[in-house]
């Protein structure tokens, strides 16, 4: 059996080597051996992660016969992309195993806890969202200001002066210090 690991972490600062490790244990186990080996530095909320998508890859060239993650909030970033990848898996005949949960998608019962557990990934990101919203709204109640701080009139001033001049929005930015985008919605 072609068993694939998939490991995950929000930020570079953190490591997957705690979840590789934890699945090498399981594999060795079992008596799996594993193939390949994909992992992600990004947030799981991101549409493209580089080594999810290889894995995809790999698993559409049937190149594995199993993916091990440590925890299915790893793997997916809301129910409905925990079921597309589900139902992917299983259009390629792969199964998965996630450790934290210990679900085994060879079993009905571990298909069934896989989708409960996405169920209650997605609830707990929606949670989380909710808190954070709400401490935004707290600060902005207090008066706090969120977001980048203004451009200065002055500086407003000599972005139109040098767009009347004839000067480039790129040009005008590099001169100002500022993202194209902004010299632009500054000079309309």
């Not at 571990?110 to 707290?138: D, N, P, W």
Request: contains cysteine.
């Amino acid at each position: 059996m072609r068993i694939a690991m998939y490991c995950r972490v929000s930020t570079a600062d953190q490591t997957t080597d705690n979840q590789a490790i934890a699945l090498e244990e399981v594999a060795h186990k079992m008596g799996w051996e594993i193939t390949d080996t994909f992992t992600d530095v990004i947030s799981g909320a991101k549409t493209n992660r580089t080594g999810l998508d290889a894995l995809m890859d790999a698993v559409k060239r049937k190149q594995v016969d199993m993916v091990m993650v440590w925890d299915v909030s790893r793997l997916g970033r809301s129910m409905a992309h925990l079921v597309t990848l589900l139902e992917e898996f299983h259009a390629n005949r792969v199964d998965l195993y996630f450790h934290q949960q210990g679900i085994d998608t060879r079993t009905p019962s571990g298909k069934a806890m896989y989708q409960m557990c996405g169920v209650f990934a997605e609830f707990e990101r929606g949670m989380i969202r909710e808190r954070v919203m709400a401490g935004l709204q707290r600060a902005r109640s207090k008066g706090k200001r969120i977001g980048r701080p203004p451009v200065p009139p002055i500086q407003v001033e000599k972005i139109k002066r040098l767009r009347t001049e004839g000067l480039s929005y790129r040009k005008i930015a590099k001169r100002v210090d500022l993202s194209v985008c902004t010299v632009h919605r500054l000079s309309a």
